[in-house]
């Protein structure tokens, strides 16, 4: 089994910084993407960002500019950066990663618990 634990969190003011980590433990032979969504009340989970095991990076066009996501291939760990926020910003912030638990496996996708990330005055 693995397990992804976020932190990092919180309540921040508009225009603040925030940095959110991911850190996967268990059974893991290979991670592959890593990436953040975020799903705000009412509306439908999105991704924020993602990497590839070789460094590539997607966003949303919505936190280009703002955002930059990063990850420790040695710590098992994604981070997102998170400048400049807005109050639509306000999320619960998931962690995802691809997984080979074993060589051979099929890959699983992981879900961490999520983490509050509110903007507000």
């Known amino acids: 089994q693995v397990q992804l634990v976020e932190s990092g969190g919180g309540l921040v003011q508009p225009g603040g910084s925030l940095r959110l980590s991911c850190a996967a433990s268990?059974?893991?032979?290979?991670?592959?993407?890593m990436g953040w969504y975020r799903q705000a009340p009412g509306k439908q989970r999105e991704l924020v960002a993602a990497?590839?095991?070789?460094?590539?990076?997607n966003y949303a066009d919505s936190v280009k500019g703002r955002f930059t996501i990063s990850r420790d291939n040695v710590k098992n760990t994604v981070y997102l950066q998170m400048n400049s926020l807005k109050p639509e910003d306000t999320a619960v912030y998931y962690c995802?990663?691809?997984?080979?638990?074993?060589?051979?496996?099929?890959?699983?996708?992981?879900w961490g618990q999520g983490t509050q990330v509110t903007v507000s005055p």
């Open positions: 268990g059974s893991i032979f290979r991670l592959y993407d």
């Open positions: 995802n990663a691809v997984c080979a638990p074993t060589p051979g496996a099929v890959l699983k996708n992981y």
């Open positions: 990497t590839t095991s070789g460094g590539s990076t």
